[in-house]
């Protein structure tokens, strides 16, 4: 008898002849699953060897079979045929993976032979504590866990990762497990969050990686081993550690409200840019401006890194008659305090100096003088520090402006004069970002790149040079397939591992000016509240050729009146700030398609938006459920006209109760989601809206009467897909 016809033999206890290999062993495997499906019947032991007998045979072509020959084995309660089944898998270049991760054999991780076939392998992914507790707690060392009795948690003492859905309860066990190394950790924590149970897992000795996700809070796993290094490195005390966790995770549990002001003011010391933002934040509504402002002849210190550039600083103190001083004297009036000040606040607050923040002194300097503080600080002295530069022959004497316009000069040549002029006469500060933009430019000869990369290794700090060793070394960020996601990814790493050294967003932002307009090169996205600013670096508006701007959790508070130099932006994300209105300058953003303006602070939208014929995307949802609190909108401009291009419109969560008749003439309109509002009454005119092919109304105020249950059966006769909590609507 042929192979062919032993095939088609062995297959006819499942439904008749086969006539090839592979169509007669899936049948086979597909009839060995059936014995232990969800829903399936007590295996019958005759019925289970007479489907093995006849599957088997087909395993060298089929090596899926041996996987289900070793779940029928295992039901019947062979372990050692499941062991052979598995050994038979690996000879015939089966997924033996698949069986590793199989969920239904996890007890066999206590039969002494099962373990060794896999030795080659990655330790198995569990899925569930059932499954993790029945292979033994020693075998256990990657774990994904949803909502669970925590306590068989600790029974795991070889668990190193887990990937958890968890809740306060599941901290406090977490914190526990002794060679606990990777943690990745979601839920929907109950503000506020446990302060204490949080300090305690972030101290893990084993811990290498945390990434920490719940509603409204996002911690990455750079800003944890950079919390961790702050802690070992200055050997913070238990009540600092707690203050830092609090401000870092934003756990509202009044921790951070509790603190007295020197601890905020020490925080702003933090390794962690995370930490000192947030502590800037609080302090915001501790501090005051003294009693009577500032007065002819006082003098102002500054303690720490600020945005506005000090030159103009001094210039707008000097038209009040101010100065500032380098130093404490007899005329000191008070101190502006920023981050990184290194002690100086500290030893100012103890010599009873009044301090304040620059936001402070802002709005001192603008009530007196109405003029914005415009450049941004040169020679390293803030965050956010020097503009992209004018053309050389602006650059006037300062030596560091000149260095700075031949480093981002697109002739080589000029790049070379400046790394040459920069080793011979020696590197002013504020330039470290343009020398890694050079290191990196692959296109650049030899000599002028293995230049700026001996003046980085001269001049940078030890930790910069490390950072810069390592990842980033290994991103090219200028060849033509280079990913976006993973260069901006490594600056952001970047600056949390070299906390105060450069300006993350600069470097960002020079890297694309100096990349032809690929696709990176016209993108610019900075969130996760890894960067804070209150205000738009001005060397961002010189990117003309951006096309997708994403500023998103960074403390925005109002975009600049020039935003329409960005005139090739299609894509506008400013989710998750502090802006309250938006300048005219807007509508110059003609090729502007996407606009997403969720978890602000709007009372009422900016009419501007209604100027943008040319949007197809506009949310003003608010998903925020953290501090600092989105305002709601409780009305809408009857404008929606206007937007006749609008494709989706997100208004979930607002406090919406009506919604204008001008929204019927968006004969574009596709998407509207109204979740969560409290709209009460749908308006007739909705099962009018011509495209309209999406509405979702889950957990709005909708009343249960027969008007609305009319509006949404003639948006379904319409063939819309309308989904609602209303019972059987």
Known sequence: MSAEERTTDDARPFGGPVTSAIPAAKTCCTALEE????????????????????????????????????????????????????????????????????????????????????????????????????????????????????????????????????????????????????????????????????TRLVQ???????????????????????????????????????????????????????????????????????????????????????????????????????????AALADRLAALGATLDRRPG?????????????????????????????????????????QPLSGTAGAGQGLLDGAVPEPLPGAGHDPAARLRALLTSPDQADIKAAVDLARKDGLPAGLLEELIVVWKDTRLGRPVRGGAQKLLAEHAPAALNAALAGAFARTNVFRETADSWDVMSTVHDLVEECPGTIDGVRLLTLLIARRDAGPFGRRLDVRGGWMTFTHLPSYVLELTGLDHLRVEQAGLVELPGDIGRLAGLSILDLGNNLLTTLPAGLAELRDLRKLDLSNNHFVRVPEVVFELSGLRQLSLAVSNWSEPWPAYLTELPDLFHELTGLA?????????????????????????????????????????????????????????????????????????DVRTDLPDA
């Not at 019958?44 to 089929?62: C, E, K, M, Q, S």
């Not at 052979?84 to 002494?112: C, F, K, T, Y």
């Not at 993790?132 to 990657?142: I, K, M, N, T, Y």
């Not at 981050?339 to 802002?362: F, N, T």
């Open 204 to 310: 893990v000795p084993t811990l290498e990686e945390l990434t920490f996700e719940v509603d409204g809070v996002a911690v990455r796993p750079g800003q944890v081993r950079a919390l961790r290094a702050d802690f070992a490195r200055q050997d913070r005390s238990p009540q600092e550690r707690l203050l830092h966790v609090a401000l870092l995770f934003d756990t509202g549990d009044a921790t951070a409200e509790r603190a007295g002001v020197r601890d905020l003011v020490a925080a702003l010391d933090a390794g962690v840019p995370a930490v000192r933002s947030a502590a800037q934040r609080v302090l915001a509504d501790r501090l005051t401006v003294p009693e009577g402002g500032l007065r002819r002849g006082d003098g102002v210190l500054l303690a720490g890194k600020i945005n506005t550039d000090r």
């Open 648 to 720: 989706h419109l997100d208004l979930s969560h607002q406090h919406l109760v009506t919604l204008p008749e001008s929204m019927g003439a968006m004969s574009n309109l596709t998407s509207l989601n109204l979740r969560g509002t409290r709209l009460r009454r749908l308006p007739s005119w909705l099962a009018d809206v011509p495209k309209l092919g999406h509405l979702y109304l889950e957990g709005a105020a909708v009343d249960d009467d027969r008007a609305n249950r009319d509006v949404i059966a003639r948006l379904r006769a319409a063939r819309v």
């Open 35 to 198: 014995l232990y499906q969800e829903n399936a019947d007590p295996i019958d032991p005759a019925l289970a060897r007479t489907r093995l007998a006849a599957a088997l045979p087909h395993g060298a072509v089929y090596p899926k079979i041996f996987h289900c020959a070793a779940r029928v084995y295992f039901a019947l309660g062979e372990r050692d045929r499941v062991v052979e089944m598995v050994a038979a898998g690996e000879r015939n270049d089966g997924s033996i993976w698949l069986i590793r991760d199989d969920m239904a054999l996890a007890p066999m991780w206590q039969h002494p032979g099962y373990a060794g076939l896999f030795a080659h392998l990655d330790p198995p992914l569990f899925a569930g504590l059932k499954a993790a507790l029945a292979a033994g707690p020693e075998v256990v060392r990657r774990l994904k866990l949803g909502i669970s009795p925590w306590d068989g948690l600790r029974a795991l003492v070889n668990l190193e990762q887990i990937d958890v859905w968890g809740d306060e309860d599941a901290l406090e066990v977490l914190a526990e497990l002794p060679r606990l190394a990777r943690l990745t950790f979601r839920g929907h924590l109950h503000r506020p969050l446990p302060t204490a149970a949080l």
């Open 330 to 370: 007899p005329a000191t009036r008070l101190a502006v305090v920023g981050e990184q000040h290194r002690g100086r606040a500290l030893a100012h607050l103890d010599a009873g100096i009044p301090l304040i923040l620059e936001s402070h002194l802002r709005d001192v300097l603008d009530a007196a003088v109405p």
